[in-house]
């Protein structure tokens, strides 16, 4: 079965980095796009970034743009987001997701959510 185990969050200060990671297995992992998705507190949950399977187009929501950065290693079944100067804002649980089809930055476009890891940045 399709299985998404996201790692890598913690507790860092403002202005720090983190790389999430995401592990895929149940499927073909190399034939999909893959999201990062975040959900705050009483927020919705939001897109963040996204990269096609071949790593040859990526997206990337306004409020990260220039900060964070989406790849995949397809031999290892894995995408990454290195997230830099972190902001006390970005403090949510990251999802990764599996698009199935449709608009990258819509929640509905994607199938299967991992179970989220926890990034708390502090002020």
């Known amino acids: 079965q399709v299985q998404l185990v996201e790692s890598g969050g913690g507790l860092v200060e403002a202005g720090g980095s983190l790389r999430l990671s995401c592990a895929a297995s149940?499927?073909?992992?190399?034939?999909?796009?893959m999201g990062w998705f975040r959900q705050a507190p009483g927020k919705e949950r939001e897109f963040v970034a996204a990269?096609?399977?071949?790593?040859?187009?990526?997206y990337y929501a306004d409020s990260v743009k220039g900060r964070f950065s989406i790849s995949r290693d397809n031999a290892k079944n894995t995408v990454y987001l290195q997230m830099n100067y972190l902001k006390p804002e970005d403090t949510a649980v990251y999802y990764c997701?599996?698009?199935?089809?449709?608009?990258?930055?819509?929640?509905?476009?994607?199938?299967?959510w991992g179970q989220g890891t926890q990034v708390t940045v502090s002020s």
């Open positions: 149940g499927y073909t992992f190399s034939s999909y796009t």
């Open positions: 990269i096609r399977w071949s790593s040859s187009r990526t």
């Open positions: 997701a599996r698009l199935i089809g449709g608009s990258y930055s819509e929640r509905g476009s994607y199938d299967y």
